[in-house]
């Protein structure tokens, strides 16, 4: 199983973005998939979740409103849509896969990773 990230840029406070992270493998429609972030100096957060299906998501307080995870089951990508950006946005954002399959938020559940994409919202 392979993640591909991609999306990510230098875009002005209140811009959009949208992030795709493409899957390889079979069996991508089984899988419940997430977004994190990593900022310099800070830990890895979560960022949004989906279900298998895509009817059930899951968001950060940080960006309710704001952000919308999103996927297509028959392209094998899960995508983030970023609106409204602020410069605490700025970090390396992660796709994953979670291992066990459950609708949830802690990055430890999550074996598969892609490799990162980098957002910069400047003020």
């Known amino acids: 199983v392979q993640l591909q990230a991609s999306g990510g840029g230098l875009v002005q406070a209140g811009g959009s973005l949208r992030l795709s992270c493409a899957v390889s493998?079979?069996?991508?429609?089984?899988?419940?998939m997430g977004w994190f972030r990593q900022a310099p100096g800070k830990e890895r957060e979560f960022v949004a979740a989906?279900?298998?299906?895509?009817?059930?998501?899951d968001h950060a307080e940080s960006v309710k409103g704001r952000f919308a995870i999103s996927r297509d089951n028959a392209k094998n990508t899960v995508y983030l849509q970023m609106n409204s950006l602020k410069p605490e946005d700025t970090a390396v954002y992660y796709c994953?896969?979670?291992?066990?399959?459950?609708?949830?938020?802690?990055?430890?559940?999550?074996?598969?990773w892609g490799q990162g994409t980098q957002v910069t919202v400047s003020s």
């Open positions: 994953a896969r979670n291992s066990r399959n459950v609708f949830e938020r802690p990055s430890r559940w999550y074996d598969y």
């Open positions: 493998g079979r069996s991508f429609s089984e899988y419940v």
């Open positions: 989906i279900s298998r299906s895509g009817v059930m998501t």
